[in-house]
């Protein structure tokens, strides 16, 4: 099983700064099998990013994904209000999918 | 637009079974996944397992096998999943999303959550 591990656990920033979230895996991870979604309090989670880097439909271009191997990062520049969330990474190219225990961001 | 949605929230004393509906909008049914993933209150997301809906193929997380139980009805266009023997580190919420049969485990769209209280 692919373990990931995601950090900070929790981002104090302000409106207009950029976050950077980290999240490591426990072995390589394929580009085409990683993906972040947000989850805003109280609600379902969202795909934001798969692919390591393509957004999903409807995703502001300030959501930016890359990495490779067993490093990936998601950045936020920009941060706006509506982006108050927790932001998990999930890898789905090995059985089981599994996911980080999540940032949480606080604007 | 494909849109999950989920049936309400559940109340259970320990040891009662759950089944917990997915009902799919706009989209071919048949051509996508169905995982379903829990979030125990304050914690992080989990596979328990998943159903093709065209053949009924189920795969379970070891965690979750002989508790789970993954079923499909393709005239209504919902899925089912069905959780025994609960105990109260089941409470959570339980989430259905789709995934391409292309890429499984890619979770696109999301239903909007189902609590389940066991006490």
Redesign the interface.
Known sequence: ETVLTQSPGTLSLSPGETATLSCRASQSVGS??L?W?QQKPG?????LI?GTSTR?TGIPDRFSGSGSGTEFTLTISGLEPEDLATY?C?Q??D????????TKVDI | QARLEQSGAEVKTPGASVTISCKAFGYIFSDYYI?WVRQAPGQ????MGAITPKSGTT?Y??KFQGEVTLTRDTSTNTTYMHLSSLRSQDTAVY?C?R?PIR???????????TLVTVS
């Open positions: 085409k099998y993906a979604y609600q379902a989670p969202r795909l798969s999903a998990f999930q789905y190219g059985s089981p999918v599994t996911f980080g225990p999540g | 995982f992080g997301l989990e596979w795969s997380a070891q989430f999303a995934a890429l499984p485990g890619l979770l696109e769209y999301w239903g909007q959550g």
